[in-house]
C-alpha cells in the first residue's frame, strides 16, 4: 500500500481537507485515518464522499502492525542460584501473539532451558559468568521481533567488607564537636551494618548524639583533651565483617590551662543570662580587669545545690597566672569580702591541677590534693603550718623514726620532771626552826609568854623564858638557836642551861 499524505473529501459547502501526519507505514495510516473518520456521521456526508471513505477505511484495515518482544532490563546475580525466570510476558502485538521462543545465545555450557517456547521461561545449572538469551515473538499475520537479555552471573564473593572510619582527625578546644563518617567499599550500603565502639583507653567524657553507634556516620559532642580511638565494625549480608579505626586527637585551647573554676551556692537552672553576666562584671572589678577580658568557659552544676563556673582572664600579654588568680579570689571572696559577689562562694579552685607534688606524686584532678607514690607522705607542717600547699615531701620510714624518736623524748622529758618533782617536794617538807634566846626579862614578861589554858611543853616546863613556836610541836622538824649579838658574853651559860632543859 502506498502512503497517503492528503485525504480530500468533498462536502455540499465545498472541499474540506483534513491533514494527517502520518508515518509511511500502513499501520500508522490506517489508526491515524480511522480516529479522524469516526468522528463524522457518514450522514451528514454526500454519497459520494462516503463511497471514497468506506474504501479507504477497508484498505486501511487490511494492514498489519509489528510484534514488539520485551525481556526486561539485564540482570546481575550472585551465586548461588538455583534457576533463573526469563520472562517475556510483557511483549505485545495488535493482533495478538502467536508463538514465542526463547534460546540461549552465548554463555558457558552446561546450562538447561526449559518451557522455551513459552512466555516466561526456566534456567538452571547456571555457573559465573556471562549470559545471552534471545526471545523471538511472532504474531497471527507471521511478523516477528526479537530482543537480547544479558545477565552476568558473579561467584560468591569471598572477601570481607573493607570499612573506612575516615581516618584521623585533631580537635582544638573550646571546639568539642565532631562528626565521624564511615563506609565501606564494593558493597551495597543498604545491606551493610555499622556499629562503633570506643577503645577502653580513651577518655570516659564525651557524648554519642542521635544513636549513631549503629549509623554510617558517627556524632560526637562534649569531647576533653586527650586522644581519642573509636572503631567501625561493618557486617554484610553474608555475615562476613571488616574493621576500621578512627583517631580523635583532642588539644588543650591556647591559654586554656589557665583557667579558674569557681564553685557558688545556687543550683544550676536558676541561673540566668543577666545574673552570669553580672557576676562576670563583679569578678572584673574584683580582679581591676575589664567585663571583656574575662572569658566564661563553662557554666554547669557540680551538686545539687551548687553550680561552677569556669574563666579565664586575658591580660596585656596573654592569659593571667590562674594559681595567681586563685590566691586572690580566696583571700578576697573567703576572707574578706565574702558577700561580694551575687552567690555565695562556696570554694575557689584551678581547673587543672598545677601541683608538682614535689615530683613523687600525681595531681589529682578532682579533689586537686597530691596523691604520693609508695613510700611517701605529705609534709604535715607545710601543709598546715606552712602555705598549705599538698607535697609528697616526707618519706614515710623517716616519719616512723622521727615519730618514735620522739615519742621516747617526750617520755624521757616526762620521767624527769616527776623525778625533779618529787625530789623538791621532799626538800620542802623539812623546815629548820629558828629560835632566839630571850634574856634580861622581867617576871612580868615570863608570865605573859606562858601558853594560855595550861598547856605545856617539855620546852617550857624548865625554862619559861622561851616562847613557845608553832614548830615545836613537830618533833622531826630541826630547831636552830641565836642569841643577839649584845649577849655574847652570856651565850655559854645560857645554852648550857637550854640544852639541859631539852635534854
Same mark, same amino acid.
Given at each position: 500500500?502506498?502512503? %497517503?499524505?492528503?485525504?480530500?473529501? @468533498?462536502?455540499?459547502?465545498?472541499?474540506?481537507?483534513?491533514?494527517?501526519?502520518?508515518?509511511?507505514?500502513?499501520?500508522?495510516?490506517?489508526?491515524?485515518?480511522?480516529?479522524d473518520l469516526s468522528t463524522f456521521s457518514s450522514a451528514a456526508l454526500p454519497?459520494?464522499?462516503?463511497?471514497?471513505?468506506?474504501?479507504?477505511?477497508?484498505?486501511?484495515?487490511?494492514?498489519?502492525?509489528?510484534?514488539?518482544?520485551?525481556?526486561?532490563?539485564?540482570?546481575?546475580?550472585?551465586?548461588?542460584?538455583?534457576?533463573?525466570?526469563?520472562?517475556?510476558?510483557?511483549?505485545?502485538?495488535?493482533?495478538?501473539?502467536?508463538?514465542?521462543?526463547?534460546?540461549?545465545?552465548?554463555?558457558?555450557?552446561?546450562?538447561?532451558?526449559?518451557?522455551?517456547?513459552?512466555?516466561?521461561?526456566? %534456567?538452571?545449572?547456571? #555457573?559465573?559468568?556471562?549470559?545471552?538469551?534471545?526471545?523471538?515473538?511472532?504474531?497471527?499475520?507471521?511478523?516477528?521481533?526479537?530482543?537480547?537479555?544479558?545477565?552476568?552471573?558473579?561467584?560468591?564473593?569471598?572477601?570481607?567488607?573493607?570499612?573506612?572510619?575516615?581516618?584521623?582527625?585533631?580537635?582544638?578546644?573550646?571546639?568539642?564537636?565532631?562528626?565521624?563518617?564511615?563506609?565501606?567499599?564494593?558493597?551495597?550500603?543498604?545491606?551493610?551494618?555499622?556499629?562503633?565502639?570506643?577503645?577502653?583507653?580513651?577518655?570516659?567524657?564525651?557524648?554519642?548524639? @542521635?544513636?549513631?553507634?549503629?549509623?554510617?556516620?558517627?556524632?560526637?559532642?562534649?569531647?576533653?583533651?586527650?586522644?581519642?580511638?573509636?572503631?567501625?565494625?561493618?557486617?554484610?549480608?553474608?555475615? #562476613?565483617?571488616?574493621?576500621?579505626?578512627?583517631?580523635?586527637?583532642?588539644?588543650?585551647?591556647?591559654g586554656g590551662g589557665q583557667q579558674v573554676e569557681l564553685e557558688m551556692l545556687?543550683?544550676?537552672?536558676?541561673?540566668?543570662?543577666?545574673?552570669?553576666?553580672?557576676?562576670?562584671?563583679?569578678?572584673?572589678?574584683?580582679?581591676?580587669?575589664?567585663? #571583656?577580658?574575662?572569658?566564661?568557659?563553662?557554666?554547669?552544676?557540680?551538686?545539687?545545690?551548687?553550680?561552677?563556673?569556669?574563666?579565664? %582572664?586575658?591580660?596585656?600579654?596573654?592569659?593571667?597566672?590562674?594559681?595567681?588568680?586563685?590566691?586572690?579570689?580566696?583571700?578576697?571572696?573567703?576572707?574578706?569580702?565574702?558577700?561580694?559577689?551575687?552567690f555565695k562562694v562556696l570554694r575557689v579552685d584551678t581547673v587543672a591541677c598545677?601541683?608538682?607534688?614535689?615530683?613523687?606524686?600525681?595531681?589529682?584532678?578532682?579533689?586537686?590534693?597530691?596523691?604520693?607514690?609508695? @613510700?611517701?607522705?605529705?609534709?604535715?607542717?607545710?601543709?598546715?603550718?606552712?602555705?598549705?600547699?599538698?607535697?609528697?615531701?616526707?618519706?614515710?620510714?623517716?616519719?616512723?623514726?622521727?615519730?618514735?624518736?620522739?615519742?621516747?623524748?617526750?617520755?624521757?622529758?616526762?620521767?624527769?620532771?616527776?623525778?625533779?618533782?618529787?625530789?623538791?617536794?621532799?626538800?620542802?617538807?623539812?623546815?629548820?626552826?629558828?629560835?632566839?634566846?630571850?634574856?634580861?626579862?622581867?617576871?612580868?614578861?615570863?608570865?605573859?609568854?606562858?601558853?594560855? @589554858?595550861?598547856?605545856?611543853?617539855?620546852?617550857?616546863?624548865?625554862?619559861?623564858?622561851?616562847?613557845?613556836?608553832?614548830?615545836?610541836?613537830?618533833?622531826?622538824?630541826?630547831?636552830?638557836?641565836?642569841?643577839?649579838?649584845?649577849?655574847?658574853?652570856?651565850?655559854?651559860?645560857?645554852?648550857? #642551861?637550854?640544852?639541859?632543859?631539852?635534854?
Amino acid at each position: 500500500m502506498k502512503p %497517503v499524505s492528503e485525504l480530500s473529501l @468533498f462536502v455540499p459547502t465545498g472541499p474540506v481537507k483534513f491533514h494527517q501526519s502520518l508515518s509511511a507505514t500502513a499501520d500508522l495510516l490506517n489508526q491515524d485515518v480511522t480516529s479522524d473518520l469516526s468522528t463524522f456521521s457518514s450522514a451528514a456526508l454526500p454519497p459520494t464522499t462516503r463511497i471514497l471513505a468506506a474504501a479507504t477505511a477497508a484498505e486501511l484495515k487490511g494492514s498489519n502492525r509489528a510484534p514488539v518482544a520485551v525481556v526486561g532490563p539485564d540482570r546481575k546475580l550472585v551465586l548461588p542460584l538455583s534457576g533463573l525466570l526469563l520472562d517475556g510476558s510483557s511483549s505485545t502485538d495488535d493482533r495478538g501473539i502467536s508463538s514465542y521462543s526463547w534460546e540461549v545465545v552465548s554463555g558457558p555450557s552446561g546450562l538447561l532451558l526449559q518451557d522455551s517456547d513459552q512466555a516466561v521461561a526456566m %534456567v538452571t545449572g547456571l #555457573r559465573g559468568g556471562c549470559y545471552t538469551f534471545k526471545l523471538t515473538v511472532t504474531d497471527q499475520e507471521g511478523a516477528t521481533d526479537s530482543a537480547l537479555l544479558s545477565v552476568r552471573i558473579q561467584e560468591a564473593r569471598s572477601l570481607s567488607p573493607v570499612a573506612h572510619a575516615s581516618g584521623s582527625h585533631v580537635l582544638t578546644l573550646p571546639n568539642n564537636s565532631l562528626v565521624l563518617k564511615g563506609s565501606v567499599t564494593d558493597r551495597d550500603q543498604t545491606e551493610v551494618r555499622y556499629l562503633w565502639t570506643r577503645d577502653s583507653q580513651s577518655p570516659a567524657a564525651g557524648e554519642v548524639l @542521635f544513636g549513631s553507634e549503629t549509623q554510617p556516620s558517627l556524632y560526637l559532642s562534649g569531647l576533653v583533651e586527650g586522644t581519642y580511638l573509636f572503631q567501625l565494625r561493618v557486617t554484610d549480608a553474608q555475615g #562476613r565483617s571488616g574493621s576500621a579505626m578512627a583517631t580523635v586527637e583532642v588539644r588543650p585551647e591556647p591559654g586554656g590551662g589557665q583557667q579558674v573554676e569557681l564553685e557558688m551556692l545556687v543550683l544550676v537552672s536558676q541561673v540566668s543570662v543577666a545574673q552570669r553576666d553580672t557576676v562576670v562584671r563583679q569578678l572584673a572589678a574584683l580582679i581591676h580587669v575589664l567585663d #571583656r577580658d574575662i572569658q566564661v568557659r563553662a557554666l554547669q552544676g557540680r551538686t545539687q545545690l551548687s553550680t561552677v563556673l569556669q574563666f579565664s %582572664v586575658q591580660g596585656p600579654s596573654g592569659p593571667l597566672s590562674a594559681s595567681s588568680l586563685v590566691v586572690l579570689l580566696k583571700k578576697q571572696l573567703l576572707q574578706e569580702k565574702s558577700n561580694f559577689l551575687l552567690f555565695k562562694v562556696l570554694r575557689v579552685d584551678t581547673v587543672a591541677c598545677e601541683l608538682s607534688c614535689s615530683g613523687r606524686g600525681q595531681c589529682d584532678p578532682i579533689t586537686k590534693q597530691c596523691s604520693c607514690d609508695p @613510700f611517701w607522705t605529705e609534709n604535715l607542717i607545710r601543709l598546715y603550718l606552712g602555705d598549705g600547699e599538698s607535697n609528697c615531701e616526707w618519706r614515710v620510714l623517716y616519719v616512723i623514726l622521727s615519730s618514735f624518736l620522739m615519742m621516747v623524748f617526750i617520755l624521757l622529758l616526762s620521767w624527769t620532771f616527776i623525778c625533779c618533782s618529787r625530789r623538791r617536794k621532799q626538800t620542802k617538807g623539812r623546815k629548820k626552826t629558828r629560835y632566839t634566846i630571850l634574856d634580861d626579862m622581867d617576871e612580868q614578861e615570863r608570865l605573859e609568854l606562858r601558853p594560855r @589554858f595550861s598547856l605545856k611543853h617539855r620546852s617550857t616546863e624548865h625554862n619559861s623564858s622561851l616562847m613557845m613556836s608553832e614548830s615545836e610541836l613537830d618533833s622531826d622538824q630541826d630547831s636552830v638557836f641565836s642569841r643577839p649579838v649584845r649577849n655574847r658574853n652570856r651565850i655559854g651559860s645560857q645554852a648550857a #642551861r637550854n640544852g639541859n632543859a631539852f635534854g
